[in-house]
């Protein structure tokens, strides 16, 4: 679990609302555009949805193995 995130976060660690990656789940997945996404949107999006996010963070973990 925590492999993929420190995969999906690389080179965006201590800014990770900056990540090409992430701002693409996040746009396919909530509908906002990509470059509109704040820290702030970033935030309330992972306080919102952090029972799917841990959810989908423990399937990724399953399928890396």
């Known amino acids: 679990m925590l492999r993929f995130l420190w ?3 690389k ?3 201590l800014r990770p ?3 090409p990656y992430l701002r693409w789940r996040m746009e396919t997945y909530w509908g906002l ?3 509109a996404i704040a820290p702030s949107d ?3 999006f992972l306080w919102l949805h952090r029972t799917e ?3 989908f963070l423990r399937w990724a973990g399953r399928m890396a193995k």
């Open 53 to 55: 996010m841990f959810r």
């Open 11 to 13: 080179g965006y660690r």
């Open 17 to 19: 609302w900056a990540s």
């Open 42 to 44: 970033f935030r309330a």
């Open 7 to 9: 995969q999906s976060t």
């Open 33 to 35: 555009d990509a470059e």
